[in-house]
């Protein structure tokens, strides 16, 4: 099966291919040139219209649900909701995200995504690459909507019994560093190469500091749920603006950070280091209304998911708004904005050779979107997932 796109205005990672082709083969991309090299014969021939651009997949890290599904649903049928459901923002992959809840709970979940990679997750919906494992070794003061009579202490025995439920697919773990057994527990992630993010936590700056130098590489939904930037003490999130190494997730809705915050943390960060995500609760694609979260009310109302007491719950967030919020909060260019992404979150989970940018011999993951940020067609490891009205 050969599928090919004509007439392309190309993302690539330095680059912007004016008048081009991709040429897809067997899941992955198998050219890249300028129309006057293309093939004239392919299974199938996308021709796009003026104004339609080909970006690299969105690859989320950090969400929960999505068309009324959820990852602690404990179903694989959830999960496949949710495969199927975000190739129409864009996203070709996504960790699935636990959050605080009994460890039974927790188990059973980590049981139905290892079933699910066994039993299915074919191209042609967005890939579960994994699971982002957030708390329950988290800080009481911090919690948000994670339930407070679940969390935790760190516990590597613990993790070692859910990831090995999970068929070891932990790819990312959001912990508290200044809680008991916090330490430890980053070394062992460290030495298993699982990344370890800091989030939900009270951490001063220099226990901060210090949980970055034994292996913290990322920032949980930076600024929410985190010690803040304070003039005499920058807290967690200023060691993770301040150090290289780590990377920061952003839920850029405009509602769990403001615009100027965030463009003043890519103006610290830059855009190599920033990470997109959603964080979206099932409620995402749904209509206004009451929603579950781990067993708490959850009131959607336009862009917002608030617990009763008025706390943020996850977003109902889509990729491809969150790239047009940047674009439009930061002024940078959509070039910039994508690395946030799709290269930076492949490069982050260490799969960038596959994945991230439209390079011969990745995965075809592929969006086509209008210069509205409008998804028309999504192709998920060279297989159209999602093919809009208009294509």
């Not at 290289?244 to 509602?255: L, P």
């Not at 592929?366 to 067609?377: E, G, P, Y």
Request: hydrophobic share 40%; charged share 20%.
């Amino acid at each position: 099966m050969t599928l090919l796109i004509q007439n392309a205005t190309i993302y690539q990672e330095n680059a912007i291919l004016q008048n081009g082709y991709i040429l897809i083969k067997d899941n992955q991309i198998k050219e890249v040139g300028l129309m006057e090299n293309s093939p004239q014969h392919a299974d199938e021939i996308i021709t796009l219209k003026e104004g339609q651009l080909v970006l690299p997949g969105f690859i989320d890290i950090h969400i929960h649900g999505a068309a009324g599904a959820d990852a602690m649903d404990s179903t694989e049928e959830a999960l496949r909701i949710m495969a199927k459901e975000l190739p129409k923002e864009g996203t070709t992959s996504f960790l699935a995200t636990t959050m605080t809840q009994d460890p039974a709970n927790i188990n059973k979940a980590l049981q139905a995504i290892k079933s699910f990679k066994i039993n299915g997750n074919p191209a042609g919906e967005t890939e579960m690459l994994g699971v982002h494992l957030e708390g329950p070794f988290i800080s009481p003061s911090k919690a948000g909507a994670q339930p407070l009579h679940h969390i935790k202490n760190a516990d590597v025995d613990l993790f070692k019994e859910w990831n090995e439920s999970s068929g070891n697919a932990i790819k990312l773990v959001t912990l508290a560093p200044e809680q008991p057994g916090a330490k430890e527990l980053i070394k062992h992630l460290r030495n298993s190469n699982i990344i370890c993010s800091m989030g939900h936590t009270n951490a001063t700056y220099e226990q901060a500091s210090e949980a970055i130098e034994h292996g913290i590489s990322n920032a949980t939904h930076l600024f929410n749920q985190m010690t803040g930037l304070h003039h005499r003490d920058i807290g967690a999130a200023g060691a993770a603006l301040l150090h290289d190494q780590v990377f920061v997730e952003m839920i850029a809705d405009g509602i769990h950070i403001s615009p100027e915050m965030i463009k003043l943390a890519l103006k610290v960060k830059g855009t190599e280091k920033a990470i997109l995500i959603t964080d979206a609760m099932r409620a995402k694609g749904m209509a206004d209304g009451q929603y579950d979260l781990g067993g708490q009310e959850v009131t959607v109302t336009g862009d917002e998911a608030r617990l009763a007491d008025g706390t943020l719950a996850g977003s109902i967030l889509k990729m491809n708004d969150a790239i047009k919020n940047v674009c439009h909060f930061t002024g940078y260019s959509l070039q910039e904005v994508v690395q946030m992404a799709s290269v930076n979150p492949a490069k982050q989970l260490n799969i960038y050779d596959q994945k991230g940018s439209i390079v011969v011999g990745k995965d075809a993951d592929l969006v086509i979107m209008d210069t509205n940020f409008n998804v028309s067609t999504t192709i998920c490891r060279g297989k159209i997932a999602y093919r809009g009205e208009e294509q």
